[in-house]
């Protein structure tokens, strides 16, 4: 079955801390990942997708096809970086649907 | 990057009567249109597939006689809660892929009192 797990309903760090948000996935099939990032009161926003494999705002996240993850990673958070965090997947084929996560809300005080 | 509009932003309508949800593409064409529903502080659920020119696909659990959708051009896909109740209040999310990506409208919030 395909199925995304986001473990962590909330990550609180301090401003300057890295952080590390977990994603996990369950696919047949070699699917493509993507992190979407919902700031307060907006749209949801595409982050990353792994088959680019570039930094967005400082974020990072790699496919690792033996544990079946895509973390979102960050050296440094920034008060900014608060927001709700989904990790989805897709089966690749245009037309196809996206499955997300529970996401993770990630605060960053100061 | 391509942009999805939803109309309206907000809707509050009485028990028992039937709301329609418009999602564009404003810059771009897509044959394939999705529907989300998100409840508060919850995951974004997939409702169904909107094809244009053909019917949706809806998933498993998800009235397709109660969430009507029409996908008539390829820039407009439209969602219809018909004899809506209170408990299809919900905020609605329709999104549309370009280039691979998948680009989501603002989100419409459904009250029904």
């Known amino acids: 079955a395909q199925r995304v797990t986001q473990p962590e309903k909330l990550l609180s760090v301090f401003k300057g801390a890295p952080v590390e948000l977990k994603c996990n996935y369950s696919?047949?099939?070699?699917?493509?990942l993507f992190w979407y990032v919902q700031y307060s009161r907006q749209r949801l926003q595409l982050l990353l997708r792994?088959?680019s494999r570039e930094s967005i705002k400082g974020f990072t996240a790699d496919l690792n096809k033996g544990e079946t993850s895509f973390h979102l990673k960050k050296p440094f958070a920034q008060e900014e970086d608060s927001a709700m965090y989904y990790c989805?997947?897709?089966?690749?084929?245009?037309?196809?649907?996206?499955?997300f996560g529970k996401g993770t809300t990630l605060s960053v005080s100061s | 990057g391509a942009v999805v509009s939803q109309h309206p932003s907000w809707v509050i309508c009485k028990s028992g009567t039937s709301v329609k949800i418009e999602c564009r593409s404003l810059d771009f064409q897509a044959t394939t249109m999705f529907w989300y529903r998100q409840f508060p502080k919850q995951s974004l659920m997939l409702m169904a597939t909107?094809?244009?020119?053909?019917?949706?696909?809806?998933e498993q659990g998800v009235e397709k006689d109660k969430f009507l959708i029409n996908h008539a051009s390829l820039t407009l896909s439209t969602l219809t809660v018909t004899s809506a109740h209170p408990e299809d209040s919900s905020f609605y999310i329709c999104?549309?892929?370009?280039?691979?990506?998948?680009?989501f409208g603002p989100g419409t919030r459904l009250l029904v009192l």
């Open positions: 792994h088959i």
């Open positions: 989805a997947l897709s089966g690749g084929q245009a037309g196809t649907a996206l499955i």
């Open positions: 909107s094809n244009e020119g053909s019917k949706a696909t809806y």
């Open positions: 696919y047949s099939g070699s699917p493509e």
């Open positions: 999104s549309a892929r370009s280039t691979g990506t998948q680009y």
